[in-house]
């Protein structure tokens, strides 16, 4: 059983979130492999997880692999698309990742720059807990919401 | 000699203008071989005139090369450098490009995307004529500085 190393529960209260709901649809719609075929919904999003412990076992330097910059554009798209469903406006991210793994993220609306990461040590992406991933993309996505009330007429540009 | 077939004059009147300066100035600082040691401004330039000869000798489909992307790099460094004389605004670029030659790039000033251009075909990309060049340069900062008045606010925060 690969459960045994499973970080998030199968009954996560979080899974029912719509944050966790929409990764789940965008970490599918890049699964072109069919590997989620038959997975939980709590072991499809339990590598977005990374915990002390998983931490500890990835180099401090590396490369940021195929699979971890797919999970952070899957997760871009998340947010993009939340943001979406809360405006009525159309968000689209873009993501600019050298090779050593460093980089920005950026979500755009209309004129409007409505979220901006940069992002350090790509290769160990994650978030601590599935609480604090929602958690954080929840904040975001209000921050957003608030910069595209703030600066309506650029969002709308 | 080489100068046989460069389509930039010695003399052209263009070499003069600040997107010129300021672009000859970009294409050194990534020159670091020091391949431009003492050629003439217009034999460094030239490579970004694709005249329709030019143009026809290029494959229509072809991956683009690192020259070719870092002469585009070079192109954005110049439009965010001149942006920011004109407004006092810090202005950043942002390039993503596929390996297919496709992609967008945009600077950023403040919240605020201040240029918005796709990309397509980057392995064919250049000017038809350095007068062209500096036309579309200049009505490309003039457009930047009118969003940067009209949502300042943003452009600001």
Redesign the interface.
């Known amino acids: 059983m690969t459960t045994a190393t499973l970080v998030v529960e199968e009954n996560d209260a979080n899974l029912k979130s719509d944050v966790v709901q929409e990764m789940l649809k965008q970490l599918k719609a890049i699964d072109t492999f069919d590997t989620y075929e038959g997975w939980s919904e709590a072991k499809i999003i339990d590598p977005v997880v990374l915990t002390k412990e998983r931490k500890r076992e990835i180099p401090v330097i590396g490369d940021p692999d195929e699979i971890t910059m797919s999970r952070i554009k899957a997760y871009y798209n998340t947010l993009s698309s939340l943001i979406e469903v809360k405006t009525g406006l159309m968000a689209v991210p873009?993501?600019?990742l050298s090779h050593e793994g460093f980089g920005?993220a950026?979500v755009?609306v209309g004129?409007?720059?409505?979220v901006?990461k940069v992002l350090r040590d790509v290769h160990r992406w994650g978030f601590p807990t599935l609480d604090k991933m929602v958690g954080q993309t929840n904040s975001t996505i209000d921050k957003a919401v608030a910069?595209i009330e703030?600066?309506n007429?650029?969002a709308k540009?």
Chains 1, 2 share one sequence.
Do not use: G, Q, S
Request: net charge neutral.
């Open positions: 873009m993501i600019n920005r950026i755009m004129k409007l720059i409505v901006d910069l703030k600066y007429d650029a540009d």
